[in-house]
Structures are given as C-alpha cells and as structure tokens.
C-alpha cells in the first residue's frame, strides 16, 4: 500500500519559516520525481516544487527564491523549506510522487500564514 504523509504544517508568523516533510512507503521511492503542490481556498492546486531522481530541483513561480525542496533518499522523505513565509502561502500543501504512468497523492498539511 502506498503512503505519502505529510507533516510540520501549522500556524506561522508571517517572515518566519517552516519545514513541511513527506514520508513515502511502499514505493521505491529512488525513482520516484517528487515534487510538493499547494491549494489555497477557492484556487486551484499549484505546483511549488519539484524534484527528479537525481536530485535536479524545479520551482514554480510562486515558489522561486524562497522554497527550497530536498530528498533524502535513505529515509525515503522529501522536504520543503519555507522563508520568508507571507500570509499568501496559507494553503494546504501536497506531496506528489510520480514515475512512468503512477502518481500519488499525500493528504496534505495545512499552513496558515497569520499574525
């Protein structure tokens, strides 16, 4: 059975920072691309961050310059660091894994961004 779990959302301060983690089982998870997407309410899910096999790393525009996606591919997790946070990354923030035509989905992590 496949499993991405997500964890280390929650409520941030705005210009604080956050470590979301997702922690993959029953996949093999060295050649998987991961890759963390988010949802705000009433938008569509959107892609943050990705990352290939070999570690290549892709952000998309809104999470240029302060995202930063990682994998650690001994403990089969893949990060997401967050600066800078504003109250524009509330979301519910999801990993994705995908090989070849298989694609999963965690739950998701919910990060609100108030004062």
């Known amino acids: 059975q496949v499993q991405l779990v997500e964890s280390g959302g929650g409520l941030a301060q705005p210009g604080g920072s956050l470590r979301l983690s997702c922690a993959a089982s029953?996949?093999?998870?060295?050649?998987?691309?991961m890759g963390w997407y988010r949802q705000a309410p009433g938008k569509q899910r959107e892609l943050v961050a990705a990352?290939?096999?070999?570690?290549?790393?892709n952000y998309a525009g809104s999470g240029k310059g302060r995202f930063t996606i990682s994998r650690d591919n001994a403990k089969n997790t893949v990060y997401l660091h967050v600066n800078s946070l504003k109250p524009k990354d509330t979301a519910v923030y999801y990993c994705n894994a995908q090989f070849a035509q298989y694609d999963y989905w965690g739950q998701g992590t919910q990060v609100t961004v108030s004062s």
């Open positions: 990352i290939t096999p070999g570690g290549t790393t």
């Open positions: 029953g996949i093999f998870f060295d050649i998987y691309a």
